[in-house]
């Protein structure tokens, strides 16, 4: 268990309407990212953060925002949703506290949010 | 971009069968992950390799990562009703994570 909690965990929301997500980690990692999951597409990455205020794009930026004001949260938002956008999300955080090296590439993910844009 | 071609894509076995997957990629790789997903879940790591060679077993489950480091793969032994779902496997880069697009398996009563 890495500690990573999503919510929510099921939305369902209309074209044009803000969404955020909250992505939450217990053990102090500095890095977390944001994925969506999409049949045929698998996994890919929306944005990551590599510190408090600290973020870079992904594969799949278009669209998306994220901010990270604590170190434990880090949120994805959806200035204005699209059908595009129902897809299943995860947040990954990375390494774990006290290793070094290659051992710092192992990611670990959060349950997920299933999002339903009508 | 780095892309990673795993195989099969689904696998419908018998219990109690051996199970194979693995994954291959044009580009080397420092690190190579497996995971495992269940319906409505996130994907749970089964198995990390940090160094080419490196032949790691967790239960059942016996993974490799390629001597060329281009390469890794998972067998399942004595497959179980519980070892249904997707497998992936990833690979950590330049880029970050890479991942595959998945191996449904499937057992058959």
């Known amino acids: 268990d890495a500690g990573i909690t999503q919510s929510p965990r099921h939305k369902v929301t209309e074209t044009g309407t803000p969404v955020t997500l909250r992505c939450h980690q217990t053990e102090n990692h500095r890095y977390m990212y944001w994925y969506r999951q999409d049949p045929g597409h698998g996994l890919r990455l929306i944005h990551y953060?590599?510190?408090?205020?600290?973020?870079d794009k992904g594969e799949v930026s278009d669209g998306y925002s994220v901010s990270r004001s604590k170190t434990e949260d880090f949120l994805l938002t959806l200035e204005s949703a699209t059908s595009s956008q129902t897809s299943v999300y995860f947040c990954?955080?990375?390494?774990?506290?006290?290793?070094?090296?290659?051992?710092?590439?192992?990611?670990?993910f959060g349950p997920g949010t299933r999002l339903l844009v009508l | 971009g780095q892309q990673l071609n795993q195989s099969p894509q689904s696998m419908f076995i018998q219990e109690g069968e051996d199970v194979s997957m693995n994954c291959t990629s044009s580009s080397i790789f420092n690190t190579w992950l497996w995971y495992k997903q269940d319906p409505g879940e996130g994907p749970v790591l089964l198995i990390a390799?940090?160094?080419?060679?490196e032949l790691t077993s967790n239960g059942r489950l016996t993974a490799q990562f390629g001597i060329t480091r281009k390469d890794s793969f998972l067998n399942i032994s004595a497959s179980i009703p519980s070892d249904v779902g997707i497998y992936f496997c990833a690979a950590a880069g330049a880029d970050g994570l890479t991942f595959g697009k998945g191996t449904h398996l499937i057992i058959q009563p």
């Open positions: 390799l940090y160094k080419a060679g």
């Open positions: 953060s590599y510190g408090v205020k600290d973020t």
């Open positions: 990954a955080i990375r390494g774990a506290p006290g290793l070094a090296g290659p051992y710092q590439e192992t990611q670990y």
